[in-house]
């Protein structure tokens, strides 16, 4: 089979690769739609110690069941295989499992290629109405959507009169900003500084954009949830500053590991700051079935380009020539 | 009336001051016990810009009602004294009220005193059995009593089975520690660096005393809940590695503003940062009942001073030659 190979730093070829092969637990997923994720990018910049050269990364699919008795499933892939054992997994907190697996992370290949091994229990089945393109989102909303449920377990104010600002306005804080709405929040704002990309998203309905230097930038201490989707010390001292008294921060990104917050802003006015890492197994299938039901809106903001110049479209997302909050690669399957 | 009041940068002054008058929907208290806070410590100091002397001190206190029909009644005093008009004090978050005053900043003159107006709403009768130095620490106390109820909120695990960790062994910390003992936890330990402060603190019953450099120091990434009561960077920074993932930190100290937190540990284990700021009207009931009826232990813990020699102890505590974590000061009545 093809696949996109991460072959060293700043290195990506598009080679012929072994066909995998399901082990006793597993089956065969001819992938037909997989997204280019930030840990993608962290990977292909050579910064992830977790994803040594070579392997094959991509991590967000959708795809056809190859083979058994489900051969011809439409299916959406949960790639976080959890071990169903511990204490952790008893209480449906899979994604903090310690002997989780992730799809592209070592001993698992990855899904920038024709084709993916999986556990029949993670994955989800896609009706004919929705587009695999649409259903590989599920991945990446599911991280916003996790994050909206545990922000809004911390609140005390009824959630469909909460004000909520969304810092990013990436696929991560898209999927959150469009979380909140089908979670049944009315008043989004999602602040991206990048005009291009506000451009690109003042069409998606569901939330206000706006960039950091216009007036309807929210007021110090006026939300209820901020929702960071970058993580660095610079939105994260937004975060903090725009958070109410008594308000939530929900932090899922990974830009830079230490620095930002208001501490004390924090402590006085009583706070809580929530680091959200992924999606728990329901989390995913509620935003699978959000997606299938049109609660997440059109999910017309991903780009598809083919998996073969899937290189060119790293390298375009890094000069910063993607409007689109996704790009999603699709596998050309021989054709 | 005396009265010990702040008269300038490191300096106090035992000196007459005017009896107050209580205003319509106040009563007059006879201060009979009158701790010292570490926001006490920080004024006198000169670090507390809201509290711009000359100004009285103090706000953790009990004593007897003087007049009207209440006259005589034992009663222990939150100082907070919310609007009881906002949102946030219609949901019981007083404590967040941005209109909330406190005795001990202005325009409320503080505890340090033979006599103090509150409303009665404030006060909360001490049965006769209790010493109103032991009732003086339901300020102090509800401030951990708060912080573990936000705490346990959050946390997935039953309380009883859960590991914790309390840093810093002052009152906020032993109050935090004993609140998580009277609330049903059976697993705490409370780190203090100091080796005179942790002798005096090992006769307390409920939790386990250990040194940073001791054996018995908590793992990274075995606690269920940790409370930080100093909210340094380096107490922050223990903080995030300690906790478990899913776990949850309790942070109540004002010690530096910024730093300290892993976040991108905090992220990836899906930790939770609740910063906290006092206590409810709730809290303060639920640890002055605590007090009552002997959930919180001994209260040995505490030295008394005169109030009149209140400047010594000042000076003591901040020499670091006081080891008790609290000092009550307690007017003499021109005896």
Not at 29 to 45: P, T
Not at 221 to 248: L, N
Not at 275 to 297: K, N, P, Q, V
């Amino acid at each position: 089979m093809k696949a996109l190979v991460y072959t060293g730093v700043k290195e990506l070829s598009y080679m012929d690769r072994p066909m995998p092969q399901p082990q006793d637990d597993e089956v065969l997923v001819r992938v037909m739609a997989s997204g280019i994720c930030g840990s993608d990018m962290h990977a292909y910049l050579g910064h992830d110690a977790r994803r040594p050269a070579p392997l094959t990364l991509g991590h967000e699919a959708a795809g056809v069941v190859v083979g058994g008795p489900d051969d011809g499933r439409r299916v959406t892939i949960n790639p976080l295989v959890a071990c169903q054992a511990c204490g952790l997994c008893d209480t449906g907190r899979e994604n903090l499992c310690a002997r989780r697996q992730i799809i592209s992370m070592p001993p698992r290949q990855g899904a920038f290629a024709d084709y993916v091994t999986m556990p029949p229990r993670n994955l989800i089945t896609v009706p004919d109405h929705t587009p695999l393109t649409h259903a590989a989102l599920a991945e990446p909303i599911a991280c916003g959507w996790h994050g909206v449920r545990l922000g809004r377990g911390v609140l005390t104010c009824d959630l469909s009169s909460a004000r909520t600002v969304v810092i990013g306005g990436g696929a991560i804080g898209v999927g959150a900003a469009l979380s909140l709405a089908a979670q049944g929040v009315g008043d989004i704002t999602l602040i991206e500084p990048n005009e291009t990309r506000r451009a690109h998203l003042a069409d998606i309905a569901g939330f206000e954009v706006c960039g950091p230097d216009e007036p309807a930038m929210p007021a110090e201490g006026s939300a209820d949830i901020v929702i960071d989707g970058v993580g660095f010390a610079t939105t994260r001292a937004s975060a903090s500053t725009i958070a109410r008294a008594g308000g939530v921060i929900v932090h899922i990104g990974l830009g830079e590991a230490t620095g930002g917050l208001d501490i004390r802003r924090m402590t006085l006015q009583e706070i809580t700051f929530i680091g959200t890492y992924t999606y728990t197994a329901r989390d995913f299938a509620e935003t699978a079935a959000a997606i299938f039901d049109g609660r997440l809106g059109k999910l017309d903001w991903i780009e598809t380009r083919p998996l073969s110049k899937g290189h060119r479209a790293f390298k375009d997302i890094r000069a910063g020539h993607v409007p689109a909050p996704k790009v999603i690669l699709t596998p050309e399957h021989d054709a």
